[in-house]
Nanobody, 116 residues
């Protein structure tokens, strides 16, 4: 059984930084795309950033220049470095991994709160 576990969320002041991590365990074969979504209260879940196995990335316009996604294929782990955080970045952040068969695996989420 595959499990994704996120870590690194918490409370941070505006302008601060956080680094999220998400590690996969269990029998997961050849992960292609890894990504991060977020969902704020009362809003739909939205894509924040994604990275392919070869390292190609894409970002939501709202986080470009502030967030950086990276991955460690040997460790089946994806990271999200978040800088210059804003109150509107407050949300539950979920990681997702898609394997070569197209199966998506989701983490349970980690809460990021940006507030003074």
């Amino acid at each position: 059984q595959v499990q994704l576990v996120e870590s690194g969320g918490g409370l941070v002041q505006p302008g601060g930084s956080l680094r999220l991590s998400c590690a996969a365990s269990g029998r997961i074969f050849s992960i292609n795309t890894m990504g991060w979504y977020r969902q704020a209260p009362g809003k739909q879940r939205e894509l924040v950033a994604a990275i392919t196995r070869r390292g190609s990335t894409n970002y939501a316009d709202s986080v470009k220049g502030r967030f950086t996604i990276s991955r460690d294929n040997a460790k089946n782990t994806v990271y999200l470095q978040m800088n210059s955080l804003k109150p509107e970045d407050t949300a539950d952040y979920y990681c997702v991994m898609r394997d070569s068969s197209g199966m998506d695996y989701w983490g349970k989420g980690t809460l990021v709160t940006v507030s003074s």
